[in-house]
């Protein structure tokens, strides 16, 4: 029995159509079609029934489903066991968005190099798109980026970053207690935007005010919306482990808003399905030590 007829008919079945199965596994519907048939003839069974280009599951696939996804398993963790390598290892290439190169590689590396003295990080910084490009093409072996799904990739929640409001110190926040999204909506702005669903849901927390905010400053810079903050030129809505040194040193004071919520940065570190360089134990260690939030996926 092929492995890769298996590997089809579980595709099939999880996008619900064979044209998608087709792109996912990057084959030709047809190759697909040959492929159940294939396996319809080893096991001597109608996997499908087919009117035109619908199809239903036939009771004996049915049947068959759950044990295909538990071959696909067997043989993947069979595969990573023949080809494996956490020990023998000597470099790590790492992908990663401009946050995480700034404020969470500089925190964990130290700790990686302390545990494995001989490894060589080399680390590329860029887009989540560009990095799970580099991933796929194997040019990486690990990308921490934001939200991201693949059919080759696997995903493992690594850190959820609060955003919070932040002000000067002199700022009368600082002071009035409680404070409501209307008060935020009275003052200037540093709006610091990266494209994250949870800017989109700050932006439909303004779209609730009597009057529209005053953002005198859109920023897509992190560095530059802390420093106009700092010098007192307007608030901003900052992911909390970016302005960590300077809530520390009193430049910056951070202010609860209730209406915030759970809103988050989520950094989640991708893989590929196939690859024989498995470190997601190093990275859950990581989060043992250094006692992160793991994010859920």
């Not at 001989?118 to 860029?126: E, S």
């Not at 600082?174 to 994250?196: A, M, Q, Y």
């Not at 932006?203 to 897509?220: K, S, V, W």
Request: net charge neutral.
């Amino acid at each position: 029995m092929n492995i890769e007829n298996i590997e089809a008919f579980v595709y099939v079945i999880h996008y619900n159509s064979f044209n998608k199965a087709a792109d996912a596994l990057f084959l030709s519907q047809p190759s697909v079609t040959a492929r159940i048939q294939s396996l319809e003839r080893d096991l001597n069974t109608l996997l499908f029934e087919r009117e035109g280009r619908n199809f239903t599951l036939t009771d004996k696939g049915k049947q068959f489903l759950p044990f295909a996804g538990q071959i696909l398993q067997s043989y993947k963790k069979g595969k990573q066991l023949l080809q494996h390598v956490n020990k023998d290892y000597n470099e790590l290439r790492v992908g990663c968005t401009v946050s995480v190169s700034n404020y969470i590689i500089p925190e964990i590396l130290p700790w990686i190099k302390n545990k494995h003295v001989h490894l060589q990080i080399k680390v590329t910084t860029a887009p989540t798109e560009a990095i799970l490009e580099m991933l796929l093409n194997k040019e990486i072996d690990i990308g921490f980026v934001r939200n991201v799904t693949h059919p080759h990739v696997d995903i493992l929640g690594f850190y959820e970053d609060p955003i919070r409001l932040f002000v000067h110190p002199s700022h009368p926040f600082v002071k009035k207690k409680p404070l409501t999204i209307n008060d935020v909506g009275r003052e200037s702005l540093v709006f610091f935007e990266c494209g994250s669903l949870d800017w989109v849901k700050i932006h439909r927390l303004f779209a609730t005010l009597d009057h529209p905010p005053q953002i005198e400053y859109q920023i897509d810079n992190l560095e530059t919306a802390k420093k106009l903050v700092a010098k007192g030129l307007g608030i901003s809505f900052l992911p909390e482990l970016c302005v960590r040194q300077e809530v520390k040193e009193g430049l910056l004071v951070p202010i609860d808003i209730q209406a915030l919520g759970g809103l988050s940065l989520r950094t989640i570190l991708i893989t590929l399905k196939e690859s024989s360089l498995d470190v997601s134990h190093l990275f859950l260690d990581i989060l043992k030590e250094f006692d992160w939030k793991i994010t859920a996926t």
